[in-house]
């Protein structure tokens, strides 16, 4: 039994808040969340650049049509400095939102964990302090690094390639299923039992980029891809020759830091705390991607 049902045991459940604004509602976890929410019934806006409800964290004027009539909302924020999302929260607020559930990242309450000045109290500080502060009940999500960032994500076409090329040394990472963290924003969006909880969210064992890699190949049965690892300044030299502005790069580079210095390595105990049952495994990951044809 999870504890939202302990805690609710011999009760009848209370309604969801609906409509749910999910932000970010074509990319990894929003499309999940989107399709999760449907399948339950829940009436739910996929709002991107492209989606069918028009938002554009970089437009402003994008936001008061999204909100309009939501009763909660998923927050999917930009990487960027200074962030948007307090006054997006602001608004959201102004609109009526009556629950908040944000995206934050593991590490963001922690100094130096980032070993840089852009990450470190930024833009996924701001937003939880923004939420926390702003009224309605909020739930916060930190996931550590996606799993799917090997099968659809910035580490796809090395995997593709045969050679992925990383300054993480012999770093690890407990790298989390997307479905687990979709799973567990829509617990937060339609369950009772979840308001004011930060849930830390991490897979069940920690790897390095080569242990990845052979869980890849014992999936798809193909050859393995290598792992090359280089010093820091050689990858920037290498994203500079890509054309990768500054701003970009200390954004990419200080995310890719905690797995180097193995702070992406502990176990945490969010999944089982909001779902009450083990986070899934890279391999179960692997192997439905693999059987999608991520790797071709």
Do not use: C
Not at 94 to 111: F, H, Q
Not at 116 to 129: A, I, K, T
């Amino acid at each position: 039994m999870t504890k939202t049902a302990e805690a609710t045991a011999g009760q009848s459940p209370s309604q969801p808040p609906s409509p749910v604004l999910v932000t970010g509602g074509t990319g990894k976890t929003g499309r999940r969340v989107v399709a999760r929410l449907r399948e339950l019934g829940v009436e739910t806006r996929a709002a991107s650049r492209s989606g069918e409800t028009p938002f554009d964290w970089e437009d402003p004027a994008t936001w008061a049509p999204a909100l309009e009539g939501a009763a909660a909302v998923y927050i999917v924020p930009l990487d960027t400095v200074p962030s948007p999302t307090p006054a997006f929260v602001e608004q959201a607020v102004a609109a009526g939102v009556r629950r908040l559930v944000l995206l934050s990242a593991r590490g963001v309450n922690e100094p130096g964990y980032f070993g840089n000045s852009v990450l470190d109290r930024g833009p996924h500080f701001q937003g939880e302090e923004a939420v926390r502060s702003a009224g309605p009940a909020w739930t916060i999500l930190r996931p550590g690094w996606f799993a799917q960032n090997f099968s659809e994500g910035p580490f796809l076409d090395g995997v593709r390639g045969g050679e992925l090329v990383l300054p993480v040394a012999d770093g690890k990472a407990a790298y989390i299923d997307t479905d687990d963290i979709a799973a567990v924003a829509v617990a937060a969006l339609t369950e009772d039992g979840h308001d004011g909880e930060v849930y830390e969210l991490s897979g069940p064992r920690a790897l390095g980029i080569a242990d990845v890699l052979d869980e890849i190949a014992k999936a798809t049965g193909g050859p393995r891809a290598s792992y090359v690892p280089v010093e820091r300044a050689d990858f920037r030299d290498g994203l500079i020759a890509q054309g990768m502005s500054e701003a970009d790069i200390e954004l990419w580079t200080g995310a890719l830091e905690p797995i180097r210095t193995g702070r992406e390595a502990p176990l945490k105990d969010g999944v089982r705390r909001a779902l009450g049952r083990p986070p899934r495994d890279v391999a179960d990951v692997f192997r439905d991607a693999a059987a999608a044809g991520a790797w071709g």
